[in-house]
């Protein structure tokens, strides 16, 4: 009876999250007042500083990882603050998207404690990720009304009306003394594909280059002194348009996004820069304005994490916000202990785990379902689970995505039509063949990204992929990773 009980109290809980999170009854009050009206420090030359410190990709890792690389936004805050008292007027925090979904401890509230959070810190502003998209495009207004700063999306258009999307800022005019700054934010081209179709089919994202070339020349006319771009896209080679960008002599620098790949580079003199994600390193550019308005690169780099900020002190702030929704919302789903696992788990076998425990447990109530589709890029969001006790907290940081799953009646052509960069798993003994019929637990990502309409299912089912998961590791106790091999399992 108590294991029914908890698998209800998940399955209400998730599903119930996006309302429960946006009506707190007493929200955490924060002081949010900052003066932009210092100037910014001076150098020996007398020239203005600014300095620019990003993240990107946080994906919700708002607590510190055991192994100290992912410091926590806690820890962040104090190093954030730290920077502030060295430079209050020319310190300023940006984010190139992609900072809510990853964690029970972000998605438990759509991303409204991580905007909280933000705000706290005072960020400027933050373009808007593929994963922005992640629970509709509504959610991105809830959390754009809860932000002090604007959600940057200067590419964004909707098909229907070809104007820029409602819910997407092209740029931000702000002030710190006597100096203006421009900021742009951009999404990549292409990156449509990288979110469910059906929350993305009104819109399309533009070749931003002659978007980004408008929006400066607007925040120039304005009175900015400098400009710089916040681009989830990867730069690490440019492409015709971003090179288009930076040979425009109008950015001064370029904070990157979206493949979580540390790198710093200069293209025609503008520096380029992205981390790891999750707060691993910090994007710091430093720029200088003279009293004629020439600025300069003075340095730019990546803060390492694990080295200057997970060894600081927690910020009281951020850690009132987070008690509060971790006693509020968090703490009963992601501190239950689900099972656990006697050797370290990689991304590989707990990919055949999850399509395993999906189709294990369809079967209990359709028994007539013998292939359970997960995709291989991306569907898994850690390199292992470690040995030792696993709780819902960890399955929802490995599988944080709210894909539904499908059931479909296809043949075994539709099948192989899907595409090559998928897990599939069959009943034992399975074969696929061409002119068969079979049913197919499909996610929603996957079914959508092939063309296939929830309507033409069969089925659609309520629970997700992660609590399949946990449900396996809740039936076995204890799984030894080694049951979850190619060689053990029916993999297609």
């Given amino acids: 009876m108590q294991k029914t009980q908890i698998v209800i109290l998940l399955s209400t809980l998730l599903l119930a999250g996006c309302g429960a999170a946006q009506n707190d009854p007493n929200p955490p009050s924060i002081d949010t007042t900052f003066d932009r009206t210092v100037d910014p420090n001076k150098n020996e030359a007398g020239d203005y500083v600014l300095d620019f410190y990003g ?12 192994n100290g690389k992912e410091p926590g936004f806690a820890k962040l805050a104090t190093f954030f603050r730290e920077k502030y008292k060295e430079n209050p007027g020319g310190t300023i925090l940006v984010s190139s998207g992609d900072m809510w979904q990853g964690t029970a401890d972000s998605n438990i509230t759509k991303g409204k404690m991580m905007t909280m959070m933000m705000n706290a810190l005072y960020f400027e502003a933050m373009a808007i990720g593929n994963h922005e998209f992640d629970w509709t495009t509504s959610l991105i207004e809830e959390n754009a009304q809860i932000a002090n700063f604007p959600m940057l999306g200067a590419n964004i258009y909707e098909k229907a009306t070809e104007k820029r999307a409602t819910f997407a800022e092209p740029s931000i005019l702000i002030e710190r003394g006597n100096v203006k700054v421009g900021i742009v934010g951009t999404i990549g081209v292409g990156l449509e594909s990288s979110i469910q179709k059906s929350y993305v089919k009104d819109y399309e994202f533009l070749n931003p280059a002659d978007i980004v070339s408008e929006e400066a020349d607007k925040l120039r006319a304005s009175g900015a002194d400098a400009v710089v771009l916040l681009d989830h896209a990867d730069w690490r080679t440019p492409s015709y348009f971003q090179g288009k960008i930076t040979a425009s002599e109008k950015i001064n620098a370029v904070f990157s996004g979206h493949s979580h790949t540390s790198y710093t580079l200069v293209q025609d003199d503008v520096p380029v820069l992205q981390t790891n994600g999750s707060g691993q390193q910090v994007m710091h550019v430093q720029l200088t304005v003279s009293e004629a308005g020439i600025v300069n690169v003075a ?7 694990l080295e200057y900020i997970t060894p600081l002190q927690d910020d009281p702030v951020i850690l009132d916000i987070y008690d509060y929704y971790y006693n509020q919302q968090i703490k ?3 501190d239950v202990v689900v099972g656990k696992l006697s050797l370290d788990m990689p991304k590989d076998l707990i990919l055949n785990a999850t399509t395993q425990a999906i189709l294990e447990g369809v079967r209990k109530t359709n028994p007539d379902v013998e292939i359970a589709i997960y995709n291989l890029s991306g ?6 689970l470690p040995k030792g006790k696993v709780t819902f907290g960890d399955v929802y940081k490995a599988l944080p995505f709210d894909n539904e799953i499908g059931i479909f009646t296809l043949t075994g052509k539709e099948i192989k039509d899907l595409g ?6 069959g009943v034992k003994g399975l074969t696929i063949d061409n002119g068969t019929t079979y049913k197919v637990a ?3 990502y996957v079914f959508e990204g ?4 929830r309507s033409e299912a069969d089925e659609i089912l309520i629970k997700y992929p992660r609590d399949y998961l946990a449900d396996l590791f809740k ?9 979850y091999d190619r060689d053990k399992l029916n993999i297609l």
């Fill in 55 to 66: 993240l990107n990709d946080f994906h919700g890792a708002i607590t510190t990882s055991t």
């Fill in 299 to 305: 340095s730019y780099e990546l803060v390492d994490s």
């Fill in 332 to 334: 009963a789903v992601k």
């Fill in 379 to 384: 569907g898994i969001r850690v390199n292992e």
């Fill in 420 to 425: 090559s960069n998928l897990r599939k798993n």
């Fill in 442 to 444: 499909i996610i929603s």
């Fill in 450 to 453: 092939a063309g296939y309409d």
């Fill in 475 to 483: 039936a076995k106790k204890t799984i030894n990773p080694a049951n």
